[in-house]
């Protein structure tokens, strides 16, 4: 399939001049005699490279480019300027406005064919490596999520099954283990569903969308009480006991309870999940002026101040070193909801392996 380039020109002499050569190259060109036409021209069939004028009646080449530029499916199309400008600051300023490249009228059809292919060699390049990307992006989906998925479903499966081929040989202990050990999967594969559905909705979410308003808005009571039942609930998913030590004043926060529920939840589950067991989980609040700050402190799995800007959906780190659980969700999840509400969240990890999670709330 022939490459699709729009010019944009007025100057009918150039403009035919340049469609006819570039055709007799092989590419299909369509020509648009002003800015309005070539930006609809644009939007109707999406080029693969588009040469503009910029000194154009109505509407100049740098207003041209605004628009193909604040275009999402238009934004990353090479766009090369034609100019008899040609001081330094005319140059940066389409630079700067997201121009790839420039030719100074008059030009060679040698120059022109060099632009062009050097542009369109560089996109098809960048196209590669987001494909790359892509693709790893969907290797890393699909081994995360396996594990994530399937091993809460084969621990249910295998549970069930056990009790139905030999439910008459267990007594009510042994059996009500094996419901507990049901339970704990079937709430952790919930927990992950629960994760995807919340992390799309939270990257889509915007000012103007319906849910907006219920995740930047409400207030909640942050007490011992709350941490406890999120504490309880850790503990059901994970069918153990969570030894936590906790210290907080109570305090009314600027995040509605279903966030900080939330919130609370994917933090403890992550410092049980990274804990040695050696030490209890610290979990400390303090009002701080018109803030208060809450921080989870654990023993074991060092995180590594490194990864902390990577903190991403499906990233996991240090896979080769630890048998990891989760999907990389949590901390997303967590961080977009503070980011609504106008908190941060700070981790700091030493050698030694202690590792403390803090939040700064805004108090109401």
Same mark, same amino acid.
């Given at each position: 399939?022939?490459?699709?380039?729009? &010019?944009?020109?007025?100057?009918?002499?150039?403009?035919?001049?340049?469609?006819?050569?570039?055709?007799?190259? #092989?590419?299909?060109?369509?020509?648009?005699?002003?800015?309005?036409?070539?930006?609809?021209?644009?939007?109707?069939?999406?080029?693969?490279?588009?040469?503009?004028?910029?000194?154009?009646?109505?509407?100049?080449?740098?207003?041209?480019?605004?628009? @193909?530029?604040?275009?999402? !499916?238009?934004?990353?199309?090479?766009?090369?300027?034609?100019?008899?400008?040609?001081?330094? @600051?005319?140059?940066?300023? =389409?630079?700067?406005?997201?121009?790839?490249?420039?030719?100074?009228?008059?030009?060679?059809?040698?120059?022109?064919?060099?632009?062009?292919?050097?542009?369109?060699?560089?996109?098809?390049?960048?196209?590669?490596?987001?494909?790359?990307?892509?693709?790893?992006?969907?290797?890393?989906?699909?081994?995360?999520?396996?594990?994530?998925?399937?091993?809460?479903? !084969?621990?249910?499966?295998?549970?069930?099954?056990?009790?139905?081929?030999?439910?008459?040989?267990?007594?009510?202990?042994?059996?009500?283990?094996?419901?507990?050990?049901?339970?704990?999967?079937?709430?952790?594969?919930?927990? $992950?569903?629960?994760?995807?559905?919340? @992390?799309?909705?939270?990257?889509?979410?915007?000012?103007?969308?319906? $849910?907006?308003?219920?995740?930047?808005?409400?207030?909640?009571? &942050?007490?011992?009480?709350?941490?406890?039942?999120?504490?309880?609930?850790?503990?059901?998913?994970?069918?153990?006991?969570?030894?936590?030590?906790?210290?907080?004043?109570?305090?009314?926060?600027? &995040?509605?309870?279903?966030?900080?529920? /939330?919130?609370?939840?994917?933090? /403890?589950?992550?410092?049980?999940?990274?804990?040695?067991?050696?030490?209890? /989980?610290?979990?400390? #609040?303090?009002?701080?002026?018109?803030?208060?700050?809450?921080?989870?402190?654990?023993?074991?799995?060092?995180?590594?101040?490194?990864?902390?800007?990577?903190?991403?959906?499906?990233?996991?780190?240090?896979?080769?070193?630890?048998?990891?659980? #989760?999907? =990389?969700?949590?901390?997303? /999840?967590?961080?977009?909801?503070?980011?609504?509400?106008?908190?941060? &969240?700070?981790?700091?990890?030493?050698?030694?392996?202690?590792?403390?999670?803090?939040?700064?709330?805004?108090? !109401?």
């Amino acid at each position: 399939m022939a490459t699709k380039i729009l &010019l944009i020109e007025d100057e009918t002499p150039i403009r035919d001049n340049v469609t006819t050569l570039l055709s007799l190259k #092989g590419y299909e060109v369509s020509s648009a005699p002003n800015g309005r036409e070539g930006i609809s021209m644009a939007m109707l069939g999406k080029p693969d490279l588009i040469l503009c004028d910029i000194m154009m009646p109505e509407m100049d080449g740098y207003q041209v480019l605004d628009a @193909i530029r604040s275009n999402q !499916s238009l934004a990353t199309v090479p766009f090369i300027f034609l100019t008899a400008k040609t001081e330094d @600051i005319d140059v940066r300023r =389409g630079m700067i406005s997201g121009a790839d490249d420039y030719l100074t009228k008059p030009f060679t059809l040698d120059s022109l064919l060099l632009a062009i292919e050097s542009r369109l060699q560089r996109e098809a390049l960048r196209e590669a490596d987001l494909q790359d990307r892509l693709d790893e992006l969907r290797r890393t989906i699909t081994s995360v999520s396996n594990h994530e998925y399937n091993t809460p479903l !084969s621990g249910i499966l295998g549970f069930v099954t056990l009790l139905m081929d030999h439910y008459n040989e267990f007594d009510q202990e042994d059996s009500l283990s094996m419901l507990a050990m049901i339970k704990a999967c079937g709430l952790r594969l919930k927990r $992950s569903l629960d994760n995807l559905r919340l @992390i799309e909705e939270l990257q889509r979410i915007q000012p103007a969308t319906s $849910s907006y308003a219920f995740y930047t808005t409400g207030i909640s009571m &942050l007490d011992t009480d709350v941490l406890d039942q999120q504490i309880d609930k850790v503990n059901d998913r994970h069918d153990q006991e969570i030894h936590c030590l906790i210290d907080v004043d109570s305090a009314h926060i600027q &995040l509605s309870e279903t966030s900080l529920r /939330i919130v609370l939840d994917e933090l /403890i589950d992550n410092a049980h999940k990274f804990s040695d067991g050696s030490r209890p /989980i610290q979990i400390t #609040g303090r009002p701080e002026n018109d803030q208060y700050r809450l921080t989870i402190l654990n023993f074991g799995q060092r995180f590594n101040p490194e990864d902390i800007p990577r903190i991403a959906p499906y990233v996991q780190f240090d896979r080769k070193s630890y048998e990891q659980q #989760g999907s =990389g969700l949590g901390l997303s /999840i967590v961080k977009k909801l503070l980011e609504l509400n106008n908190s941060t &969240l700070a981790i700091e990890s030493l050698p030694t392996g202690e590792t403390s999670v803090t939040i700064l709330f805004q108090r !109401s």
